[in-house]
C-alpha cells in the first residue's frame, strides 16, 4: 500500500510539471504518460512486473516530453 500511495504522489507531481511546460509539441507525450496508470493491473509478481515495465515507459515518455521533436509548419511541407 505505501508503494501505491507514493505512486499517487508522483504521478501528480509529474502530472503538475507537464502541465506547466505543455505545448503542441509534447502534447502527445503528455497524454501517453497520463495514462500510464492503465497499464498497472493485477497483484503480486504481476503487478511487480506491470509497475517495472510502466516505470520504463514513463521515464522513455519523460524524455521525450522534455525533448519533443518540433512539428513541421504546413507552409513548410506544402
Do not use: Q, W
Request: charge should be positive; charged fraction near 25%.
Amino acid at each position: 500500500r505505501k508503494a501505491e500511495r507514493a505512486l499517487i504522489v508522483e504521478y501528480e507531481s509529474t502530472i503538475t510539471m507537464m502541465l506547466a511546460k505543455l505545448d503542441a509539441t509534447n502534447l502527445a507525450a503528455a497524454v501517453a504518460v497520463a495514462n500510464i496508470p492503465e497499464e498497472i493491473r493485477g497483484y503480486g509478481h504481476v503487478k511487480e512486473a506491470n509497475l517495472a515495465k510502466a516505470a520504463a515507459l514513463r521515464a522513455g515518455l519523460l524524455e521525450a516530453f522534455k525533448a519533443p521533436v518540433k512539428e513541421i509548419s504546413r507552409a513548410r511541407a506544402a
